[in-house]
Structures are given as structure tokens and as C-alpha cells.
């Protein structure tokens, strides 16, 4: 494969929108809220969630079955290995936060309607089992982030520095080498 898919960069930057939307989300939730601004936050968050769920299922189908460019061969090794532990890192820990999004909302007594319709919560509450998963979703956050800070990082590298094409691959949407639609 030559360039990815648009179809693939369209996903790829619109989970980098609703994810940074939903981390913005997430920050309320450390202060001092009203219930209903927290039960509608919850709401909020959770909706971003599934559908990030939703396209992370999409990216990993066409990732499966597009694959993505090679990196360039004037990369040092470490490099490469570095990318892709990252990668790898970024798709771990958007599954976990998935899981344990999920699986923390099934824990809480109150009420988390997405979609209008969709109550994810079993409105009966396991407060250790709501803590030990919170506590593995919070971890997840704080690394996705930390990964993302060195995605950003290494794209603005290699678009301005080493100036190769990797970040293109993933920016130009004008032109590919397969038949995107």
C-alpha cells in the first residue's frame, strides 16, 4: 500500500476530534458539579465514547484489511520500532478505555442515557468494583494522553525536520494511490 485510504484519514481525524472533545468532557468531572450537570457530562462522555467505539472498530477493519504505507527506509530503527510500539500503545489503550468505560458506566447506580434512548448503567451500585475499574480507565486516560502528546510530537517531527512523507501519509486527503472513494 502506497497511501492510506481517505477513508482511513476521515476516521483517523474524526477520532482525533471526538477523543479530544471527550477529554475536555472528562476534565469536568474532578471539580464540584451538580447532579445533573454530572449525570449529563456522564451522558456526554458516554455518547463520545461509543462513537469512538464505533469508528475504533471501523479503523481496526480497514487497517486489517488496507494495512497502511511503509515507513520510510531512511529511518533509523529505533525509530521505527518506536512507531510502531506507539501505534500498537494507542490502539491498546483505546480498547481499555473502551472496556473499562463501559464496564464503569454498568457499575454506577445513576442513570447514563446516551443517544437519548440507551441507558448504559445496571442502576445498581458496586462502588469497588466502580473504583477498581475508574481507577484503570483513569490510567488509560493519563497514558493515551501521554502517547498522543508524542504522536503530535513525532508527526510535527518528521513534517519539518526529517521532511519525509510520513506525516503526509496521513494529511492529504487530494490524492491517493489506491482507488478511495
Known amino acids: 500500500m502506497v497511501d492510506y485510504l481517505k477513508a482511513q484519514k476521515i476516521i483517523h481525524w474524526l477520532m482525533a476530534f471526538v ?48 494495512g ?21 500503545g494507542l490502539y491498546i489503550l483505546m480498547g481499555m478505555l473502551i472496556v473499562t468505560g463501559i464496564l464503569s458506566a454498568n457499575y454506577t447506580a445513576d442513570p447514563i442515557i446516551v443517544f437519548g434512548s440507551l441507558n448504559l448503567s445496571s442502576e445498581v451500585e458496586n462502588i469497588q468494583m466502580f473504583n477498581l475499574i475508574r481507577g484503570i ?5 493519563n497514558a493515551i494522553i501521554a502517547l498522543i502528546i508524542i504522536h503530535i510530537l513525532a508527526a510535527l517531527y518528521h513534517q519539518f525536520i526529517a521532511k519525509d512523507d ?16
Open 19 to 66: 477523543i479530544m472533545l471527550d477529554l475536555n468532557v472528562a476534565q469536568k468531572f474532578g471539580g464540584d458539579m451538580e447532579l445533573w450537570d454530572r449525570l449529563e457530562s456522564r451522558a456526554d462522555h458516554a455518547t463520545a465514547g461509543l462513537i469512538v467505539t464505533f469508528l475504533f472498530f471501523l479503523r481496526l477493519y480497514f487497517r486489517y484489511r488496507y
Open 68 to 88: 497502511a504505507p511503509a515507513l520510510p527506509e531512511s529511518m533509523p530503527k529505533w525509530q521505527v520500532i518506536s512507531a510502531k510500539a506507539g501505534h500498537y
Open 137 to 141: 480507565h483513569e490510567f488509560a486516560t
Open 166 to 181: 510520513t506525516t503526509l501519509n496521513m494529511t492529504k486527503f487530494w490524492t491517493s494511490k489506491l482507488n478511495n472513494e
